[in-house]
């Protein structure tokens, strides 16, 4: 039968419907090979979802497995890139819980001011998909939301996450310009 990877990337080319390219974001002796698929026309024409591909084999704090997603109306790479580095650079040091927060330190895209990124269930997904058996484990699929400075250190201060994302539309979210949150 198909083996546990075969699995996951036949869950991710169902979602989106089409086929993704492969970019390898870790370095060769890093001890999780990670590489990012990017899948373009989903969920709308001119939007990217990037989905990262082998943080699942590593075993978070707090023991989940769990691969990144991210999905913005642009068509710079740079978005799917940054998700693969983030998992890259911080699965040792966090569990990518939903409300958590990431600082990216510098610009996302060329494109955009957002430096930062807040983790959620997956928006333009059902709640059907957030979970993929892969046999050996079970991997559960969270996004990243691209944030501005202010808005992650309001969240990281206590701010409310639905307050945050009921301010925008499901297309909106996906704005790498979208006006700022204002609490």
Sequence with gaps: GPSPADKLLTH????TGT???????????????????TYRGFPAANA??????????????????KELMISMLDTNN?????CGFVADQFQDRCSFNC?????????????SRMTAFVVIHPQHISPNDW??????????LVQLI?????????????????????QYGPSEIM????????P
């Design 78 to 82: 740079a978005w799917s890139l940054a």
């Design 19 to 37: 086929e993704p390219t492969f970019v390898r974001v870790s370095d060769d002796g890093a001890k999780t090979r990670l590489h990012v698929a």
């Design 131 to 140: 979970i993929v058996d892969i046999v050996i484990r079970k991997v559960e």
């Design 175 to 182: 704005n790498p310009n979208r006006r700022e949150f204002v």
């Design 99 to 111: 409300g958590d927060t990431i600082n990216f330190n510098d610009r996302i895209s060329p494109s």
């Design 12 to 15: 991710f080319d169902r979602i």
């Design 146 to 166: 691209p944030l501005y400075e202010q808005e992650r250190s309001w969240l990281f201060d206590g701010g409310d996450l639905e307050r945050f994302l009921n």
């Design 48 to 65: 990217l979802t990037g989905f990262t591909f082998g943080l699942s084999h590593s075993h978070l704090p707090g023991g989940s497995h």
